[in-house]
């Protein structure tokens, strides 16, 4: 595991910007699939603000690893954080921005962002290739939407998969763990002292970490990157 650890949530944010500049700037075609959170959140205005003339927004495609099933107005959506903080700031085109709508039925619209994630991209064994996947983790562990109390949908067959939130019983879309694994490379954005306890479980494999969805990411690339700041990585042991 390459863990990276910043000062702050603020420093989290330039780091993952520049290596996110540098690697779609190499790129002719980038593909990406954003998430939702409070750290993503500060990385678009990092990069809306930075970064606006630094990088081929248009060689990038947009694409949302999970989105909570409720219309692109809502302040709810992952897709109006995106669009405030990012896409309204920057020159992309509309079409690389290709959102999970929210505002349709959960399980129709994760069979057509299925379809269309085999689609767009490149199939390795079958599974739609991203260049690059977005994570965040919850406090519980979860990762895209895939919860805890759902830890199969990990393996579901679609690539697409519609998840419930535990608490609220909030229906969300997310791509599933064979997509996220199959990325060519898997970024982390991970802050605050809530995540602490289940990074050290998952980084140092402590009795029951397989339960955390977080710990279910290994990407075939091997190209895994933790983006910690110092809370959600205290108490790991510095080696
Ligand atoms: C979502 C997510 C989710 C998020 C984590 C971390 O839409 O809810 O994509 O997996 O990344 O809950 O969120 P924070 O960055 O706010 O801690």
Redesign the pocket.
């Known amino acids: 595991m390459d863990l990276r650890v910043y000062k702050d949530k603020q420093e989290v944010a330039e780091q993952f910007s520049n290596y996110f500049a540098e690697k779609v700037n190499k790129a002719e075609t980038f593909h990406v699939a954003l ?7 500060i990385v678009f205005d990092v990069l809306a603000q930075n970064f606006s003339e630094k990088i081929a927004w248009k060689n990038i495609h947009f694409y949302w ?4 099933c409720v219309p692109p107005t809502d302040e709810q959506s ?1 897709y109006k954080m995106t669009v405030e903080h990012l896409f309204s700031k920057i020159a992309v085109p509309q079409e690389n921005i290709h959102r999970i709508l929210g505002e349709n039925d959960p399980n129709r619209e994760a069979l057509r962002y299925a379809n269309l994630l085999e689609i767009n991209l490149d199939r390795v064994e079958d599974v739609p290739q991203f260049d690059l996947v977005i ?5 519980d562990g ?4 895939i919860f805890p109390h759902e830890i199969e949908l990990w393996n579901a067959q679609d690539h697409c998969v519609v998840a419930t939130h535990p608490d609220t019983g909030q229906k ?1 879309v997310s791509i599933n763990g064979k997509v996220i694994n199959m990325a060519k490379e898997v970024a982390f ?4 002292s ?2 602490a306890e289940k990074v050290k479980a998952i980084s140092e494999k402590t009795e029951g970490f397989e339960a955390y969805p977080a710990s279910l990411v290994n990407p075939k690339s091997g190209n895994l990157i933790w983006f910690l700041d110092e809370k959600a990585a205290f108490g790991l042991s510095k080696n």
Do not use: I, Q, W, Y
């Open positions: 998430s939702g959170g409070s750290t993503p959140k690893g999970d989105e909570r992952n994570l965040g983790m919850g406090d979860h990762t895209a939407s969300r954005l991970v802050t605050g809530s995540k």
